[in-house]
Nanobody
């Protein structure tokens, strides 16, 4: 069984910063791409950023230059540093990871979500 546990959400004023963390535990034989998604109020879940095990990153246009994704493979943890936050960044942020079992069968896993609220 795999668990993704997120932390670091909260309330911040516009222009401020937050850092999210997501740690994977359990049957994590191989961890592939890890990423962050968000779901604003009344909207669909959307991609924020992803990172491969080798460190290659991909960002949504709306966060480029403000957010930075990183990971610590030794700790099975992915981070999202969010700077210059805007009210439109308000959302529930979800961690996602592609994790293989001992037979190299990959499955996608989601964290429980953490609320980020940016006040104007």
């Amino acid at each position: 069984q795999v668990h993704l546990v997120e932390s670091g959400g909260g309330l911040v004023q516009a222009g401020g910063s937050l850092r999210l963390s997501c740690a994977a535990s359990g049957s994590t034989f191989v961890i592939g791409v890890m990423g962050w998604y968000r779901q604003p109020p009344g909207k669909q879940r959307e991609l924020v950023a992803t990172i491969t095990s080798g460190g290659r990153t991909n960002y949504a246009d709306s966060v480029k230059g403000r957010f930075t994704i990183s990971r610590d493979n030794a700790k099975n943890t992915v981070y999202l540093q969010m700077n210059s936050l805007k009210p439109e960044d308000t959302a529930v942020y979800y961690c996602h990871a592609d994790i293989a079992d001992i037979g190299y069968r990959y499955s996608g896993y989601w964290g429980q979500g953490t609320q980020v609220t940016v006040s104007s």
